[in-house]
């Protein structure tokens, strides 16, 4: 590629990511220098600042025209700006969970490397959501997943912290050995990477052997990313990575890392097998013979997730098997795919950003000041800090999908969403409605001992001063989570006004 080339690319639709890059090569350097008896702390609000930025750069490229540059793999389309708010807004949040956080040990000489390798994780996946290459959404999927392995053990003095990055490691390691076999089949299949081009050529394809070929490379990507969203039975990483890893990287992981995965997940499919035949004959698309197989792991997901929930006495643990369980849910609404999937996936991932944050915002302030993260820790919390029992309480009915609040809208457009395609899927229906009821059980556990119990100890909390970050994103989640519930048409209407349907995405 010859200069004359590379100045004429509209690089303009790369400056969030160009953004998010020099912020934390800037950290890395500043981390670098600074002398090793000065906090680390500062350097947050400087990632902040700049995801921050990066947020503003995306507004004004909302009006932007779909623009593909370097040979069609990067690509800023409706799609990708809309679920990049999403890890934005996310990131900030975290961000300021992240300068909050006070372990007991641990983390105090890696506080630095935790905000460049948080923003390079960031930035991976914000190119996985503009990728329109298989090699380009490789090497975001790559760039995030590192960065969680080394995040999840950056507390190295502790046991359960290294735990989790050997079992994360592990785990990760199989799951992109299986989504790299399986892209490697369709690259093989079509003689190409970009998925514009690869699309084309599936859909045109009508040979029963090549067929064959596809659905293998098909199961192979899904049970790949499977791994990367926690979904049954290819969790088996989650609950101990959720518990042993600092609660700002839980919180990272349980949001921001599974809606990277399930935007890969609409790229591939809706991309690639959603327009592929499926018969020799061209009468049967590729979806509509295989989409039993995402039905099974979103009944899997959700049955597994919630009651295996049912157990558990540790918060962590709790909102692990509670994420596998939303995870079926999101699934669900994949499983069903039709006009309205990505805008109803954009609109559940949004909800959950703002209940999942304030639930961990408030579990991560409880182990600071009690140094457990039991359920058992959260007894009378309603008599010994009202507002943070309140909080926890709205997300919790959020999570448990209750009237009034973001997370039964999201739930709601999913359950419609099953009817909304022919045939109708029932028992997909059934299964969300079942496991939801069974989901009650243990999020109102929580709430009982938050206002029912009597604390053992009542001395923890004589006088309750919320850090500024944790304060920050308990009000904004709380406002989130129910001005999204009680007006949903809000964040539909910024959706729609400005994305539309994501008609471009295929352009």
Not at 313 to 335: D, E, F, P, T
Not at 400 to 406: D, E, K, L, R, Y
Request: charged share 10%; glycine share 10%; net charge neutral.
């Amino acid at each position: 590629m010859d200069l004359e080339k590379l100045l004429s690319y509209n690089w303009g639709v790369m400056m969030p990511e160009f953004i998010i890059l020099g912020v934390a090569t800037l950290l890395c350097i500043i981390d670098l220098f600074m002398p090793a008896n000065v906090s680390r702390r500062r350097l947050g609000w400087v990632a902040i600042i700049g995801v921050l930025l990066a947020t503003f750069v995306l507004l004004g490229l909302v009006s932007a025209e779909t623009t593909s540059i370097l040979y069609d793999t990067f690509r800023l389309d409706s799609f990708a700006k809309a679920f990049k708010f999403i890890l934005l807004v996310g990131a900030a949040l975290v961000l300021l969970l992240a300068e909050s956080y006070q372990p007991a040990e641990g983390m105090k000489e890696t506080r630095g490397e935790f905000y460049y390798l948080f923003l390079a994780a960031l930035l991976g996946a914000m190119v996985m959501t503009s990728s329109g290459d298989l090699i380009t959404m490789f090497v975001g999927l790559e760039l995030l997943s590192v960065s969680s392995y080394i995040l999840a053990g950056i507390r190295k003095d502790h046991l359960a912290s290294n735990e989790s990055a050997m079992k994360y490691v592990i785990n990760g390691g199989i799951s992109t050995a299986i989504t790299l076999f399986g892209m490697s089949y369709l690259y093989g299949l079509t003689g190409t990477t970009n998925l514009k081009e690869m699309g084309l050529i599936m859909s045109q394809t009508l040979d029963g052997q090549h067929l064959y070929l596809y659905g293998i490379a098909f199961f192979m990507v899904l049970v790949g990313l499977s791994f990367k969203i926690a979904a049954a039975p290819f969790h088996m990483w989650a609950p101990d990575v959720y518990q042993g890893a600092p609660t700002p990287v839980t919180a990272f992981l349980s949001v921001l890392s599974k809606t990277a995965g399930f935007i890969i997940i609409l790229r591939v499919i809706i991309y690639l097998f959603l327009n592929a035949s499926g018969d020799e004959i061209g009468a049967l698309g590729f979806m509509e013979k295989n989409r039993i197989f995402i039905s099974c792991l979103a009944g899997i997901t959700m049955i597994f997730g919630n009651v295996v929930a049912l157990r558990q006495k540790n918060m962590k643990r709790l909102l692990a098997y509670s994420s596998i369980a939303h995870a079926g849910y999101l699934l669900v609404s994949v499983a069903t795919l039709g006009y309205f999937t990505p805008s109803t996936v954009w609109f559940y991932l949004v909800a959950y950003v703002f209940m999942s944050l304030g639930a961990f915002a408030v579990i991560q302030y409880m182990a600071d000041r009690t140094g457990s993260d039991e359920i058992a820790s959260f007894a009378g919390l309603y008599k010994r800090a009202p507002f943070l029992a309140i909080a926890m309480g709205i997300f919790l009915l959020s999570m448990a999908g209750i009237p009034g609040t973001a997370g039964f809208v999201a739930k709601l457009n999913i359950f419609m969403g099953t009817f909304a395609v022919d045939p109708s899927h029932y028992v997909l229906a059934s299964i969300l409605i079942g496991t939801t009821v069974i989901s009650y059980f243990y999020y109102f556990s929580v709430m009982v001992q938050m206002f029912f119990r009597s604390a053992e100890n009542q001395a923890d909390f004589t006088k309750v001063k919320l850090p500024i970050g944790i304060l920050i994103v308990l009000v904004v989640c709380v406002i989130g989570t129910i001005g999204f519930g009680i007006v949903p048409g809000a964040a539909l209407d910024f959706l729609y006004g400005n994305f539309g349907d994501f008609e471009d995405f295929l352009q």
